[in-house]
């Protein structure tokens, strides 16, 4: 048996490009929560914060979370404020590991603030993308760290960080099944 592999992180620290690439090569289904969630309610995530609110977003991704992890064998990029919510933090640990893409906040304002695309779809960066991202990872760094299995450093480039976490994965315990064992190798 095998756990599912869940990757937590700030805004662009690049949990879909990883995620993708983690599933493509362990032959596993990729679930984006946020896309998910985007396609449930026929809209972007930014549209659902300005009609609903923060706190219906909250509890639609918590809903999402609890029927991706119905699934086995997922790699799942979550939202960046998911483990925020002690009830995602215990589900996602019953079934899965938490893994943390760790980028420092100089890194993250470049990848970001540097594409308008990026900071439109980011509904917590909208008026000023920068404080907002400080803040952002001021409040949350911690957490992420507590909550994870384990801390990748994503500074590198997204195949490079995919090959990190396939490190851990074949080292740590019921991650990977005996055939994703060897694949990886």
Do not use: C
């Amino acid at each position: 048996m095998s756990r599912t592999i869940a990757l937590t992180g700030m805004p662009g620290a690049g949990k879909s490009t990883v995620g993708r690439l983690v599933a493509d090569r362990l032959g596993r289904a990729f679930a984006d929560l946020d896309e998910q969630i985007e396609n449930a309610l026929g809209r972007p995530i930014t549209q659902i914060i300005e009609e609903a609110g923060i706190e219906y977003f909250r509890e639609v991704e918590h809903q999402m979370i609890r029927r991706l992890l119905r699934h086995d064998d997922i790699v799942v990029a979550l939202g960046g404020g998911a483990v925020l919510r002690d009830d995602n933090v215990a589900e996602l640990l019953l079934t899965g590991a938490l893994v943390h893409l760790d980028v420092p906040l100089d890194l993250l304002v470049h990848r970001l603030v540097a594409d308008p695309s990026e900071v439109a779809r980011r509904p917590l960066l909208a008026d000023d993308p920068i404080a907002a991202l400080a803040r952002l990872h001021s409040d949350r760094d911690h957490r992420y760290r507590e909550v994870a299995e384990v801390v990748v450093d994503a500074t590198g480039q997204p195949a490079e960080v995919a090959e990190d976490v396939l490190s851990w994965a074949r080292e740590a315990r019921d991650v990977l099944t005996p055939s994703e064992h060897e694949v990886t190798m």
